[in-house]
């Protein structure tokens, strides 16, 4: 193989064989184009000159005239015109003569300006008319037009000016001189594609209160200029239904919604909707600790894996722990019974959330609920002794009576002249009593707390305004539990 090597090196070194470069890419032209002239004519006036571009360099080309008396050319390609008459310019490739292109050159008066007799026109689908135009001075040597459609897809022109309308849309015919001199005129045209078919995919559907549903009709053909529809109802007291066809389910009942098109055609589509009440979960309650009642706004038949139920301590709080119940039990299917399972009896301070899903028309759905068989209405006795136009602070926690839980509500009546009240928005359960009582005597504030379970708490503050020339007394009542320390 060294030999063989060996050999074929004084092959190549004494018979001058060369092993080639990678040759350089070049683009082989089939043909001239000239850029810059519509209909390879050109129209100058004695004097003037013109460039011709091309869709390769100068270079590559070779230029000539058939009469240099009349017109004159460059090896750039720039054509002069000497004097009245024609001549033709010929363009070929210096690698290939066969390869040509020839530009008649007329020299004369060239257009100076093109108009079309529409400048706007709207046609049918499938029609066809036709536009002319005129080329002036009356002078002008070529009064040829060139006719360019701005998408032929819409419509086309023919070369005397014939526009066949094929589709829906808009497009801009040209007509421009076609003797080089740039002009032209333009005519915005309108194809109209009428609608010859509309309707909905189902004629009919079921929504429920408060629901919406959106109609979107089969219009054809699929260019139609005109898709917008006239949107009705036949009682928009059952349904409504805006301009875009978005449909709003109001009361149970029926009602036709109707989509009419509005390019004149006359065609148009009915849906009729039946609208339905959803079912809800009216109420709940637990009449003992281990039981729980609820009632639905219809009736449905629901199986016990349809409920759900979880606790916390807080109403309206995050439910994290499960309940586990024995059985779900009903007569009608709109009233239903759980027990929960033995050994999860709830106190009062306890919240659950009763989680249904399925439900016809809503979903999934949930209501709190609480064991309410020992709630609290009790009165309670505070008495204030204050010094008249003398500024105090006094404080009432409403939470520290024994049993009390929850947020409350509270509401507060009867203030003494030149006292005020807040309750705090960090702790609603703390009411704060200020100012400078301005009347001496005896005056009772009720302050009513009432929390989430339903507890009641009423406060008598008897507030005891002295000044420095009365003595004053009180009394305040008192009210014990036997057996207890509370004084409530």
């Not at 801009?172 to 078919?197: F, M, R």
């Not at 119940?325 to 959330?353: E, H, M, P, W």
């Not at 960090?426 to 005597?441: C, E, I, L």
Request: some cysteine; glycine content about 8%.
């Amino acid at each position: 193989m060294a030999l063989v090597a060996l050999i074929l090196v004084f092959a190549l070194t004494f018979t001058g064989v060369s092993i080639p470069a990678k040759a350089a890419t070049t683009t082989t032209i089939s043909s001239i184009t000239v850029k810059n002239l519509p209909s390879n004519t050109l129209t100058l006036k004695a004097g003037k000159t013109f460039t011709l571009r091309t869709n390769t360099t100068s270079g590559n080309l070779k230029f000539s005239t058939s009469n240099k008396k009349i017109v004159t050319v460059s090896s750039a390609g720039k054509i002069k015109a000497v004097k009245k008459g024609s001549a033709n310019i010929t363009i070929s490739l210096k690698s290939n003569a066969k390869i040509k292109k020839v530009v008649k050159v007329t020299v004369g008066q060239p257009a100076t300006r093109v108009k079309v007799n529409k400048s706007a026109l709207t046609i049918k689908k499938g029609r066809s008319a036709v536009i002319k135009a005129t080329v002036g001075p009356n002078t002008t040597s070529n009064k040829k037009v060139i006719w360019k459609s701005s998408n032929s897809k819409i419509a086309k022109v023919s070369a005397t000016g014939r526009v066949t309308a094929v589709k829906g849309g808009t497009v801009t015919i040209t007509a421009v001189a076609a003797d080089g001199s740039g002009k032209k005129a333009v005519c915005k045209v309108t194809v109209k594609a009428p609608i010859t078919s509309l309707k909905f995919s189902k004629i009919s559907g079921r929504l429920y209160v408060g629901k919406t549903m959106q109609l979107s009709p089969v219009i054809k053909p699929s260019d139609a200029t005109n898709k917008k529809c006239a949107w009705s109802s036949s009682n928009d007291k059952v349904a409504m239904v805006n301009s875009e066809g978005k449909v709003y389910a109001v009361a149970a009942g029926t009602a036709v919604i109707t989509a009419k098109a509005t390019d004149g055609t006359g065609k148009k589509a009915t849906y009729k909707i039946t609208v339905e009440k959803p079912v809800t979960i009216v109420s709940a309650m637990m009449s003992n600790p281990r039981t729980v009642k609820l009632t639905l706004s219809s009736e449905q038949k629901l199986t016990s894996s349809s409920f759900s139920i979880k606790a916390s301590t807080v109403m309206n709080g995050n439910y994290n722990y499960n309940i586990p119940f024995d059985s779900v039990t009903t007569k009608d299917n709109k009233n239903y019974t759980i027990a929960l399972r033995r050994g999860y009896t709830l106190s009062r301070k306890a919240r659950i959330c009763i989680y249904i899903k399925g439900l016809t028309g809503t979903g999934n759905s949930k209501i709190e609920t609480y064991y309410s068989g020992d709630v609290n209405n009790r009165t309670i006795y505070v008495s204030y002794k204050c010094e008249q136009n003398v500024g105090m602070n006094k404080t009432l926690d409403v939470n520290s009576i024994e049993g009390y839980k929850g947020i409350c509500v509270i509401n507060v009546v009867g203030l003494p002249a030149g006292v005020k009240y807040k309750v705090d928005p960090g702790d609603a359960n703390k009411v704060y009593f200020s100012g400078k009582p301005t009347k001496a005597g005896t005056t009772v504030t009720t302050v009513k707390a009432v929390d989430e379970l339903g507890n009641v708490d009423t406060y008598e503050i008897s507030w005891n305004i002295y000044s420095q020339t009365t003595i004053a007394g009180n009394y305040e009542p008192v009210f014990k539990i036997m057996g207890r320390n509370s004084h409530i």
